[in-house]
């Protein structure tokens, strides 16, 4: 008679032996990869739920449309401003005074950040007043504006520039500080002169981080669009909104909103695209 046979013993696992981790999904691994599908499917629902949500309240929330319109009377309206009233004229004068004021601010502020941050002498100077200056909220400057360069477009560029400039030097000389301290002192080994360090080893390593300074002023440079168009403006997307609001025209504040953020949410994605086709090596899968 054969006896039946005793299953395979298993090793013992010895103490303290690591344990092979489990496989978790990668949508809440910290800093996992995700697939482009799944990318697109997660952004797009993020970008409609609100929509969804928005249609939902104003047909069925008993909220009045002059305080809340549905999505398709908002789209009505963009459509007959498009048509009939200038958006497009709008939009473009917008963008000009944004992009005017956000190169105003860019030429200056990015070589005076280089400097702040490379020099304990010069931060020393000018970055408390910089500091103070930044707090300063940007619509007080209106009647200064206004007293010194008139009422024409370059109040306005002036206010977007007030707006940016300085927010905008801090956050270079920042960028310019986190170079590790290792890359500079290897290179003042080798000889380097201070015009060398600058150009050779601090620009090139903060140039990653300097882009996307600029990606994320420009998105402060046309949230003072509004408010730049306070000043004696007869036209933009700005100027409209606040014309809306004083005939309680709240589908046209709707319209405007929408309009600056989908125009802001382009020139993002145009700086993202920027920043992977300057800097390639930052985006290579480990």
Do not use: C
């Not at 691994?29 to 939902?56: D, K």
């Not at 958006?87 to 702040?116: C, K, N, Q, W």
């Not at 909220?137 to 400039?165: D, H, N, Q, Y």
């Not at 002023?217 to 046309?222: E, K």
């Amino acid at each position: 008679m054969s006896l039946p046979l005793a299953p395979p013993a298993t090793a013992p696992r010895a103490v303290g032996a690591p344990t092979r981790p489990r496989k978790r999904s990668n949508l809440f691994t910290v800093r996992a990869g995700i697939s482009r599908r799944t990318y697109w499917v997660l952004a797009l629902t993020g970008l409609f739920t609100p929509l969804v949500l928005w249609a939902a309240v104003g047909i069925w929330g008993g909220i009045d449309p002059v305080f809340m319109p549905t999505p398709l009377a908002v789209l009505a309206k963009t459509w007959t401003w498009a048509t009939e009233t200038g958006l497009f004229e709008d939009m473009g004068i917008s963008t000009y005074r944004v992009v005017a004021g956000f190169v105003l601010s860019a030429v200056i502020a990015l070589p005076l950040g280089l400097l702040i941050g490379s020099f304990r002498s010069v931060q020393a100077l000018l970055e408390p007043l910089t500091d103070f200056i930044r707090y300063m909220p940007a619509v007080a400057f209106i009647p200064l504006v206004m007293l010194w360069v008139g009422i024409g477009e370059g109040s306005k560029i002036a206010i977007i520039f007030i707006g940016t400039f300085f927010q905008m030097v801090l956050m270079v000389a920042e960028d310019v500080r986190r170079v590790p301290a290792a890359q500079v002192e290897a290179a003042q080994t080798m000889g380097a002169s201070r015009s060398e360090l600058i150009e050779k080893v601090i620009l090139p390593s903060a140039k990653p981080a300097l882009m996307d300074t600029l990606r994320i002023t420009m998105g402060w440079a046309w949230t003072y669009l509004v408010v730049a168009e306070l000043v004696a403006a007869n036209s933009g997307l700005g100027y409209a909104i606040l014309r809306a609001q004083r005939f309680l025209q709240t589908d046209t504040i709707f319209a405007g909103i929408i309009v600056i953020g989908l125009i802001g949410l382009v020139t993002d994605q145009l700086f993202r695209w920027g920043h992977r086709r300057a800097f390639p090596w930052l985006y290579l899968k480990g």
